[in-house]
């Protein structure tokens, strides 16, 4: 097909060269030399040229932005929200513009280039998001910096770059983690009589896609633009003549030119280097168990999504809300208060009165995939906290309780600890000190002087205990005092406690040490005695 999408330098072509040639090139103007004759014939030669790419817009002429139409109409009816990427600033505005006139009113469509401030592009896109469906035209701009997965679940390279990362780059926004649809359709767009795009498909997403399988990760062209569209247009003029037309294979670095050695030779020397930079650190010799075994301690510390969900659901109801379990989500309708309202809508979810939010992926169109890190479910959290901490703010949680519960068959003690660590790196003469926290929760039966401790499974388990009875206030802060005024007897074994997770901590980093082969550097994991009793909490049996 026919590639005459038109430029950057079209558009200026024609509009700043039509005033000129009306103006100077015509009437009884006085006579002209020779070598104005001349550039008077090449202004003329060049304005026809330009009326005539300007002719061939609009998908009646133009063939690649006819069947691009196509192909965005076929995504559209498959369920796809399509991107399309395009070279020049001209070209997506001329791109936009014209699928706006032939796509469905139904069918929103905008166009984000280089022209926007950066926030105003995430602006754009935002908004954009809102519609059922809709079609983004942009340039490289947002090929880096800006995530598109919520929003967008296919890629057209509508103008293929000559640098082959850059590809990987616009595919990258949309094909994510955080991405709901379980496919993302990319379609790499090129005209087959186009012989600077069989070249750039031939010759550099070949070589590209070959390192690519041999190291397993992407390396960018090393040359600059200039020097890769030389030698694309030295290829062209040496080679891509016939050979293109009668369909044998160009191959850009078979011929004798040092244009072509040069840029051969840097591309394979930083591919060379980023082996030798593999096999140094070492990163293919990590065992898979060893890895395993550290992403499960940090996965059992942090919890996982079921217990996002469980903090989020518990505190929404105990402040007046409701949250109601849907097919694929769950819906928050918001409890009147300012401290809540204000941290979900720093964090933008929700309208201010519902919020929908899942906890697992892929996240339902619509709504707002919630993590532990997510900042609505900080803002949750930092407010439970401080109100904990503050008697004054009057918070749903405590420091301190007592409940009757049948998940216990005598008298149980949960103590929620702070644990602080000096974490010290030696390597030579440099030493390098870091504090570092961590919580636990331990737990005993019986009274203090006679504690039999709980094993962390055990204790565990106690943390879903559910309320069975009510005591007395004047009771409870009785079972409170007998623990509070038996601390002397438990501090022996919180410091054990301390000190043990404080070896299993260096443990944990001897073994990635080991594992990566990193050697000649010495670590100290050094507690900070007593730890810190956060809470104390007190379970009865539910007849007692």
């Known amino acids: 097909m026919l590639d005459v999408a038109p430029g950057a330098d079209e558009g200026d072509g024609v509009t700043g060269g039509q ?29 026809r040229m330009a009326r005539r790419a300007e002719e061939l817009k609009g998908p009646t002429h133009d063939a690649k932005l006819r069947q691009a139409i196509e192909l965005v109409k ?15 600033i001209p070209t997506a505005e001329y791109v936009a513009e014209e699928l706006r006139a032939a796509l469905p009113k139904a069918v929103e469509v905008a166009a984000v280039t280089g022209m926007l401030p950066p926030a105003e592009r995430e602006q754009r896109v935002a908004q954009l998001g809102g519609y059922p469906q809709r079609v983004l035209v942009a340039t490289d701009c947002l090929s880096e910096g800006i995530n598109l997965q919520e929003h967008f679940t296919a890629v057209i390279h509508y103008d293929l770059s000559w640098n082959p990362t850059r590809h990987e780059q616009r595919e990258g926004r949309v094909d994510r983690y955080g991405q709901a649809s379980p496919t993302v359709r990319t379609i790499t767009y090129y005209g087959t009589d186009n012989q600077i795009d069989g070249l750039v498909l031939d010759v550099l997403l070949r070589k590209h896609k070959t390192i690519r399988s041999s190291l397993g990760i992407s390396v960018p062209i090393p040359a600059n633009t200039g020097e890769v569209v030389q030698a694309l247009m030295h290829a062209l003029l040496l080679r891509g003549g016939q050979a293109a037309m009668d369909g044998r294979q160009l191959s850009l670095f078979d011929v004798s ?22 096999t140094l650190f070492a990163q293919r010799t990590l065992r898979v168990e060893d890895v395993a075994r550290e992403w499960e301690e940090v996965r059992a510390a942090i919890g996982a ?75 949750l959290a930092a407010y439970v906290m401080d109100a904990a901490l503050d008697p004054l703010l009057e918070g749903v949680a405590r420091r301190s309780g007592v409940i009757r519960t049948r998940a216990v068959s005598t008298r ?26 961590d919580c636990q929760t331990v737990g005993f039966t019986g009274a203090p002087e006679a504690a039999q401790w709980l094993a962390p499974e055990a204790v565990e388990a106690l943390l879903n205990a ?3 009875g009510n005591i007395a206030a004047p009771q409870a802060t009785q079972f409170l005092q007998r623990v509070l005024d038996g601390f002397d007897a438990l501090r022996p074994h919180l410091e054990e406690t301390a000190q043990a997770r404080g070896q299993a901590l260096l443990e944990a980093h001897q073994r990635v040490r080991t594992a990566a082969r990193i050697k000649g550097v010495r670590v100290d994991v050094r507690p900070h005695l007593p730890p810190d009793v956060l809470g104390v ?8």
């Open 19 to 47: 005033g000129e040639g009306v103006t100077g090139g015509q009437g009884d103007g006085p006579v002209l030399s020779a070598a104005e004759g001349v550039a008077g014939g090449q202004r003329e030669r060049l304005l």
């Open 537 to 544: 909490y007190v379970l009865l049996p539910a007849g007692q």
């Open 257 to 278: 030119a040092d244009i072509y050695k040069s840029l051969h030779a840097q591309w394979d020397n930083v591919t060379a280097r980023e082996k030798q930079s593999r």
């Open 305 to 379: 999504g079921v217990d996002v969900q469980r903090f989020v659901e518990m505190v929404v109801r105990l402040h007046g809300g409701t949250a109601a379990q849907k097919r694929r989500h769950v819906e928050l309708a918001l409890p009147n208060h300012a401290a809540l309202r204000e941290a979900l809508l720093r964090a933008n979810a929700g309208d201010g009165e519902r919020l929908a939010a899942c906890f697992e992926l892929p996240a339902p169109e619509g709504t707002h995939y919630l993590t532990r890190t997510h900042p609505a479910v900080e803002g």
């Open 74 to 88: 076929g995504l559209l009816k498959d369920g796809y929200q399509p991107i399309l990427f395009c070279r020049f």
């Open 412 to 437: 149980t003690t949960l103590l929620l600890l702070r644990l602080r660590y000096h974490l010290v790196t030696m390597q030579g003469e440099q030493t390098v000190e870091l504090l570092a926290e």
């Open 466 to 468: 559910e309320p069975a």
